[in-house]
């Protein structure tokens, strides 16, 4: 617990650090006087073609969205992982051995069902 | 009574807990936007998962953690199902206004 | 290895079942074979490690769970295998897997062998939860579970209606017989407080209670009723004829080797009880013999080979409630035992003859399939002679000691053993006569047909079943009997489930007297099977001539003494007369006007309410919290 | 002394997110409140002396749920239309903050006055309870059905979201 | 953080050496990149300012100072302005976290202290670095959305799912390491990974004089998706579609410049870094040597010995970074779909694959001996 009194005064130390950082570069570089043209949202020198309501696919908040389900497996498998050398010691590495196994079997099923479904095509 | 600011307790982790829950439950009452009500109920499940650890960690109880790690995983998916309605909504409808979507009514 | 034994058919089930639409007859038929071959090697495996127990102990239980626990009552999903329990154990399984085996064949071109074997494995796993549990509710379940297999196995060809309707009808009369069984249940438990077998038989008083009102009477009358639903007896015996609609395996697993034995096994099982109520046990012996000779009468008639051999099994299902009705049960499992044997085998047989003859069921156009299909023919010879009683074949010791006990019990009656007698003698002769008719005598079959013997899948299980009807009796030598025979042998079968049966004094009769009523029996069998054999092979116009000179007896028995047509005059047609009545009159002009009226106060209401419910989810929310807010002011206030 | 630091930052990251949850018209930056309000209450998690639970918030808030729903925000552009942050109705909302106030009140007095008797409580902070292989070892004897179902639930999700997100035309709609 | 002043302030100096390490890793790191490109694609890169070009470091740093500070108009300035610190706050925190050489004591004033060699020990060292580096995805998006532009907006969306997915078949590949250690502590791996390889097999114990007991001989497919894995999480070569400029511009930052633009640089470089280390600690022994510590650790005192290991850790790290450097100047860049298909389809199989494979290894392993 007292690690974290570290890990705060780390943030900080870099928080601060990043700024001065940038504060630094705004006092010291030039102040020029700005065109119509350097304000334009940079687009390899082209006229902007248009709004920054773009149609953005779909697939990246479905890849989201898988990304959180697979996640918490994963997550889920950390606790199993670090005991599992001692329930084998113990004698029940079979149970802990297909207590997981069914789990990954879930999640095998589950990523198979997904990547036939095409949810996982980009085209 | 100032003493028990800085002698932390059970009571200061409740407080907060119970604290972030009357917010989340103020914003799923009161907001006018689907997915800022979505934030809202995961305020409150992160209020009570605040109150799980304090309670198994002041009890010395690791129930409590465990039941911890379900409700996050739980809570994940049912915000990855809402988001996947509101976005079904939005692109049916292209309206976030909870108000909108009365069609329910008796 | 337990659970081996119990769910290899749930798994054969449970993957012959996802994959039903499979049209591979040989794949699906390998996997429920295979699995239950496992479940009959793990049973051997069992039998053999009971064997080497103490007698005294030979029981083993499996819990699996914790299955009711509600106040008083508690029912564990719990299993024990027993001597009686795993008899029937071996008999199911093995019988099944012989089968199974002939299924492989028999079914080879239907459309959905999957699901036909998934059905079967269903079957058997049902049938081994009804014989494995260790109490009444765990029975329960098999026993509904086997009603649903006969049901969707007898409707299988479901697109015939004739057949659909025969899976209905059996479904319908088993519930009557079902709903006897479970008011058995009830009043076994509101009398000793739990439904687990040693239990109840560990609190049953140990004096014989006569009065009819008595709870134990009631409750043995009551769980008759559901085994005369089972296992086909007066009154409710109509489905089984019509239950040979479903495919011929079928019939000899469900409807001649297993589930119409159920009653039996039933009783058996409780016998404790039974044997505390000398007047249910009365009723038992007398509708079982009147079954039998029913059943014999009617077979005489009949000219579908499957309906001769389906009243064949009323008649013997009635002999075994003779035995057990006269406390004789241990033969009563015996010639559950042997009819499990050969009558599965002249079903098999049947399915051959019938596979041969291309569907064709009726014995007028067989006759002289003897050359044809020497195999079958062999090994139907075993099953017509262990059935009439034939000296040292199997049903000869099972007939024979059920015929003795009913003599000499003390709950039996010499009526008893006379209309015994008499069905024996039917027996014999309506066996001869489908002997006759099918594969003796001259060839009456039609030009277009040619038939031949079949595959070696399907002879198999013909040949071990041969085996057993042949030589499966010496293992239930009557006493008497084998006080004589050379090397004196024991009835083992009666030894080995001794440990549980409860208490009948039986005293000794004289060894002359049995053997002479085994004479009379044995003269009349012979003399009668003779004459069927005159009748139907030397001089076939002579049922013809017999047929007029007793025309309105013989009109009688061949219209199944119009029991069908009766129940469908006094039961049912009332039955649907007055319900039509109660709905014209009492539901449509009184209980819906009623709720009707009802319904409008609350349609009104509603209508008031309507505005609580706006549609605005938050609004929702808010009645929550409100209802939380009061429910903690309540909470706080106390 | 480390722990009231602890408690006293994080419990104010946490409050300052939620209430900007609550009260910004914009949703991006709710959303991006509200992830100061994850990292908040993982840093309250962590002087729990729960520092696996933490790094699990963390993991699966901060970088996953909140990247979903800023992921939504800006693929959607979600703009609110019109000025109003909070729903119409003068008197149902009257209602919600008289009740939710009363709610509150109840709630947090009751914490409150009773902070005195918690004293009996004190925590065994040598004790093993909260290392992972005692969390794991509850997890995987007491509520391995629990886990199993969480696995099963966790292969529905995505086949609903996935399904979900490809119907076109309304839920009706082939 | 301390009991007393010297404690503190030693653990304070700890903490900004680390992190200045860190840092000043990175024009070493640019300058390395340079030439070693050049090397590879025989040119001679930057060859003209001082020795070898060691000194156009400070000539870019010069230039970086006195760019123009300039933000687009359409840009949100608060995230504009928060992306680039934020981008290296989780790769500092990352690093610090990872044990760089063992605990040293050192006595003043007549009182032991105990220090580690790094800037905080959580035990739970794994999790801690895959929920802090998950936080990295906020760079991204602050500076995609911040910023304004469709093409910086397009370019953070494709970074952080790329980031995402290959997280997955990271953290899938970690799984096979805790089966092996059944722990989360970085310096307890270490100290399991000192000494010959030895193990149990069938029960009985084993041991092979010639090799070091290190991670990658019991995972080696393991580390290969751990390793791939992290140049996708790095948006390094060949995985930087990113930024891929024949698409995209110049992905989440193209709006940004000067120093700003450099700390995206410093967050890159320290990611490369948090990987390097990581998979060192995980699979090549930490700071462990591979042979003949024993002797070493006699013949010098414990201060001694501690920065002589920590030599060591550094040169593990030196050799992956310049395997990083080395792979992306030599393969070429993914098509997007590619890079997800090989994420979802094929590293997340293999990972799991990998997961069941050791879980089966080290019940046959462990089990029959008892």
């Known amino acids: 617990m007292d690690a974290i009194v570290p890990i705060l005064v780390l943030t900080l130390i870099v928080a601060t650090f990043g700024s001065l950082l940038v504060y630094v570069s705004s006092i010291l570089g030039p102040k020029k006087h700005a065109t119509h043209a350097k304000y334009m949202p940079y687009e390899c020198g082209l006229p902007g073609q248009e709004s920054s309501k773009t149609n953005v696919s779909v697939r990246y908040y479905l890849t989201a969205i898988l990304f959180i389900v697979f996640d918490i497996e994963i997550l889920f498998m950390y606790p199993w992982a670090l005991t599992y050398r001692e329930f084998v010691e113990a004698g029940h590495g079979a149970y802990i051995f297909w207590v997981m196994f069914v789990f990954i079997a879930l999640f095998v099923f589950g990523l198979v069902w997904e990547v036939r479904s095409k949810a996982l095509e980009w085209d | 009574m100032l003493s028990n600011l800085f002698s932390i307790g059970i009571g200061h982790y409740l407080f907060v807990s119970g604290a972030l829950f009357v917010m989340g439950m103020l914003g799923v009452l009161l907001r006018k936007n689907i997915l800022v009500i979505l934030m809202s109920i995961e305020l409150m499940l992160n209020a009570v998962n605040v109150a799980f650890v304090t309670f198994a960690y002041y009890l010395n109880d690791v129930n409590g953690a465990v039941i911890v790690l379900f409700v996050i995983a739980i809570a994940a998916t049912e915000a990855a199902v809402g988001l996947a309605l509101v976005v079904l909504l939005y692109k049916n409808f292209k309206e976030v206004n909870i108000r909108f979507f009365e069609h329910l009514k008796g | 290895m337990f659970y081996v034994l119990l769910f290899a058919p749930l798994l054969g089930f449970l993957i012959n079942g996802f994959r039903f639409r499979s049209t591979n007859a040989k794949l699906a038929g390998t996997i429920a074979s295979g699995a239950i071959l496992l479940s009959f090697i793990s049973a051997l495996f069992y039998f053999g490690q009971l064997i080497k127990m103490p007698a005294e102990a030979r029981s083993l239980s499996f819990i699996l769970f914790d299955w009711i626990q509600v106040g008083d009552f508690s029912a564990q999903m719990g299993f024990t295998l027993d001597p009686l329990s795993m008899v029937m154990t071996l008999i199911i399984t093995g019988v099944g897997f012989l089968i199974h085996l002939f299924s492989v064949g028999y079914m080879d071109h239907d459309e959905r062998p999957a699901k036909y074997f998934a059905y079967l494995n269903f079957f058997v796993f049902n049938m081994l939860l009804l014989v494995l549990g260790n109490n009444l509710l765990v029975m329960f379940v098999g026993w509904e579970g086997v009603g649903l297999c006969s049901y969707l196995l007898i409707g299988f060809w479901f697109s015939d209606p004739e057949k659909a309707a025969a899976g209905m009808k059996a479904f319908i009369t088993n519930r009557i017989g079902d709903a006897g069984f479970l008011l058995g249940i009830f009043t076994i438990f509101l009398t000793f407080g739990t439904v687990t077998f040693t239990e109840i038989a560990s609190s049953v008083p140990a004096e014989p209670l006569t009065g009819w009102t008595s709870p134990i009477t009631l409750a043995c009358l009551f769980l008759f009723i559901g085994a005369m639903g089972k296992s086909a007896q007066i009154p409710l015996y109509v489905w089984l004829p019509d239950a040979m609609a479903g495919p011929t395996p079928v019939s000899a697993l469900i409807h001649a080797a297993t589930m119409v034995t159920a009653g039996v096994y039933m009783i058996i099982r409780m016998n404790v009880l039974f044997l505390a109520a000398p007047n249910a046990m009365m009723i038992v012996a007398i509708v079982g013999a009147l079954t039998a000779l029913m059943a014999a009468t009617i077979g005489l008639a009949q000219n579908d080979i499957k309906k001769v051999l389906a009243y064949s099994t009323v008649s013997q299902l009635g002999y075994m409630f003779l035995a057990v009705g006269v406390g004789a049960f241990g033969a009563g499992l015996a010639h559950l035992m042997t009819h499990a044997f050969f009558k599965a085998l002249m079903f098999l047989g049947s399915g051959s003859v019938i596979h041969a003859m291309h569907e064709e069921q009726d014995m007028r156009k067989m006759g002289g399939l003897k050359k044809y299909m020497p195999i079958t023919h062999a090994t139907f010879v075993c099953g017509w002679l262990a059935i009439i009683g034939f000296p040292f074949f199997s049903g000869f010791f099972s007939k024979d000691e059920i015929l003795w006990m009913s003599f000499h019990s003390p709950r039996g009656h010499w009526l008893l053993w006379v209309v015994g007698v008499i069905a024996a003698m039917f027996t014999a002769f309506y066996m001869t006569r489908l002997m006759a008719m099918t594969f003796w005598g001259k060839s009456r079959v039609p030009e277009s047909i040619h038939p031949h013997e079949s595959p070696v899948t399907m002879t198999i299980p013909l040949i071990v079943l041969g085996f057993l009807s042949v030589f499966a009796g010496w293992l239930c030598v009557p006493h008497g009997l084998g006080s004589v025979l050379p090397g004196h042998p024991h009835n083992f079968l009666d030894q080995w489930i001794h440990p549980l049966m409860g208490k009948l004094e039986m005293g000794h009769g004289s060894l002359g007297m049995e053997f002479g009523l085994m004479g009379v029996s044995l003269v009349l069998v012979f003399a009668s099977a003779f004459m069927a054999y005159r009748f139907y092979v030397v001089d076939p116009s002579l049922p013809q001539k017999a047929q007029a000179r007793v025309k309105g007896l013989y009109d009688l028995v061949a219209n199944k003494y119009w029991v069908d047509e009766g129940y469908f005059k006094f039961i049912i047609n009332p039955l649907v007369r007055l319900s039509r009545h109660l709905w014209a009159d009492v539901d449509v002009k009184l209980i819906d006007r009623a709720t009707y009226s009802i319904s409008d106060l609350f349609k009104n209401a509603g209508g008031g309410l309507r505005m609580v419910q706006s549609g605005n989810m938050q609004v929702y929310a808010l009645y929550i919290l409100i209802g939380v807010v009061v429910s903690l002011f309540f909470l706080m206030a106390r | 002394m480390a722990e009231v630091v602890i408690f006293y930052v994080f419990s104010a990251v946490t409050l300052f ?136 639930l966790l292969l529905v999700i995505p086949i609903g979201t996935v399904a979900l997100s490809r119907v076109r035309g309304g839920t009706h709609a082939k | 953080m301390g009991s007393d002043l010297f404690e503190i302030s030693v653990n304070i100096g700890k903490m900004l050496g680390i992190f200045l390490l860190m840092v000043q890793m990175v024009p070493l790191l640019v300058w390395v990149e340079r030439r070693g490109s050049a090397f590879i694609q025989n040119r001679f890169g930057p060859n003209r300012v001082g020795p070898l070009g060691l000194t156009q470091l400070l000539a870019d740093a010069v230039k970086f100072l006195f760019k123009e500070e300039f933000r687009p108009p359409a840009s949100v300035a608060f995230l504009y302005y928060a992306a680039p610190v934020l981008a290296l706050i989780p790769g500092a925190l990352a690093f610090a976290s990872i044990p760089l050489a063992p605990p040293f004591e050192v006595t003043f004033n007549g009182q032991t ?44 969306l494709r970074a952080s799912a790329q980031m995402i997915s290959y997280e997955l078949a990271l953290g899938l590949s970690l799984v096979g390491i805790l089966l092996i250690f059944g722990t989360f502590s970085f310096s307890e791996m270490v100290e399991m990974q000192r000494g010959p390889l030895s193990f149990t097999f069938l029960g009985q114990p084993t041991t092979i004089s010639f090799l070091p007991n290190w991670g990658i001989f019991y995972q080696p497919l393991g580390f290969i998706l751990f390793f791939a894995a992290t140049f996708a999480e790095t948006n390094r070569a060949p995985f930087d579609l990113p930024e891929a400029e024949a698409e995209l511009v110049a992905g989440y930052h193209t709006e940004y410049g000067g120093l700003k633009m450099l700390m995206f640089y410093i967050g890159e470089y320290g990611h490369m870094m948090v ?81 069941v494979l050791t879980a089966v290894v080290v019940v046959l392993f462990h089990s029959s001996g008892s």
Not at chain 4, 104 to 122: E, V
Not at chain 5, 122 to 139: R, T
Not at chain 5, 150 to 155: I, N, V, W
Not at chain 5, 327 to 355: C, E, H, I, S
Request: proline share 4%.
């Open chain 5, 113 to 156: 202290y105990k220090f580690l060699f790094q800037v905080f020990d959580l035990g739970i060292g794994i999790v801690f670095v895959l929920g802090i580096s998950s936080l990295g995805a906020y760079a991204l998006l602050f500076a995609g959305w911040g910023s304004g532009n469709k093409y910086s907006l397009m370019g953070a």
């Open chain 4, 17 to 152: 997110g939620a209430l900007g949850v609550i009260l910004h018209p914009n949703p991006i930056i709710c959303a991006l409140h509200l992830v100061a309000t994850m990292c908040g209450i993982a840093g309250l998690f962590f002087g729990l002396n729960a520092p696996f639970i933490a790094a699990v918030q963390l993991m699966v808030y901060a970088g996953a749920v909140m990247v979903l729903f800023l992921f939504v925000v800006m693929i959607f552009n979600l703009k609110q239309e019109g000025k109003h942050i909070f729903s119409p109705g003068q008197f149902t909302n009257g209602l919600k903050v008289l009740f939710g106030g009363m709610f509150a009140g109840l709630l947090l007095s009751s914490i409150l006055f009773k902070i005195n008797n918690f004293g009996y409580l004190t925590p065994d902070k040598a004790a093993p309870q909260f290392e992972v292989k005692n969390i794991a070892k509850v997890m995987f004897t007491d509520y391995v059905f629990s886990f199993e179902i969480l696995g099963l």
């Open chain 5, 275 to 355: 990987a390097s280390a990581l998979a060192t600690t995980f699979y090549f022994g930490g700071y462990e040597l591979p042979f003949g510590s024993e002797s070493l650790q006699q013949s010098f005192s414990p201060l001694a010995y501690s920065f002589i290991l920590f030599g060591c850790f550094l040169t593990k790290v030196l050799v992956f970074l310049w395997i990083f450097i080395w792979v992306r100047w030599t393969l070429p860049r993914f098509r997007y779909d590619q890079l997800m298909d090989l994420g979802w389809k094929t590293m997340l199989p293999w990972a799991l694959f990998n997961t």
